[in-house]
């Protein structure tokens, strides 16, 4: 049988840590690319390498940054006595442009899933306790996902944070059940943040 050549194979191979791309659409990836966009595969390549080179977690929420601490943590014109801890950046992102929220953020990069073997140590709730006892966050909104690990996530934290005196809450129901933030429109996300209720 006729083999690709080795850098090939690596490609394919390569690709296919993408969710959702299986042996066949590796296959087709690397052909695309190879053949007909080599100018989109070195933008690819370039993006990648740097990405991996400068992108890092801020120290403070833990997002995505090329600082050590992001610019949202840093503002002068945020309110530092609450925080928000949301599942990933692109929820922060949300929050943002529902512009109802002006205190600080965590972000967890992940929900509680032990099923898949995602427990308090993967998504580093120690980092996120320490964060929320600096003597200054005074609440914390949980804007975890209404899914089942959402949920699961937001009960574990409330408890966590409780034991350390830090008031929780969790935001309103007015999204769906089953709703990620992510999809939800800024108006019922800010209806949602308004209407939160104490944990
Ligand atoms: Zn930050």
């Given at each position: 049988m006729m083999k690709a050549p080795a850098a090939l194979e690596e490609l394919i191979t390569a690709l296919r840590c993408l969710p959702g791309v299986g042996p066949k659409s590796a296959q087709r990836m690397a052909y695309h690319l190879l053949q007909r966009d080599t100018p989109g595969a070195q933008r690819l390549a370039q993006a990648l390498g740097l990405a991996l080179e400068r992108i890092r977690h801020c120290e403070m929420c833990n997002s995505y940054t090329e600082e050590p601490v992001c610019a949202l943590c840093r503002?002068?014109?945020?309110?530092?006595?609450i925080l928000c801890v949301v599942e990933t950046p692109a929820d922060l992102l949300m929050m943002e442009q529902a512009q109802c929220y002006q205190g600080l953020y965590f972000v967890l990069m992940g929900a509680l899933s032990p099923l898949d073997g995602v427990g308090p140590r993967e998504i580093h709730l120690d980092r996120l306790v320490k964060r929320a006892a600096d003597g200054i966050v005074g609440e914390a909104i949980l804007a975890t996902n209404f899914t089942v690990e959402g949920e699961a996530t937001a009960h574990y934290i409330g408890e966590l944070l409780r034991a350390k005196g830090i008031k929780t809450s969790r935001i309103a129901r007015g999204l769906p059940v089953g709703g990620e933030l992510e999809h939800v429109d800024s108006g019922t996300l800010a209806q949602a943040v308004l209407e939160r209720r104490d944990l």
């Open positions: 503002s002068p014109r945020r309110d530092a006595t």
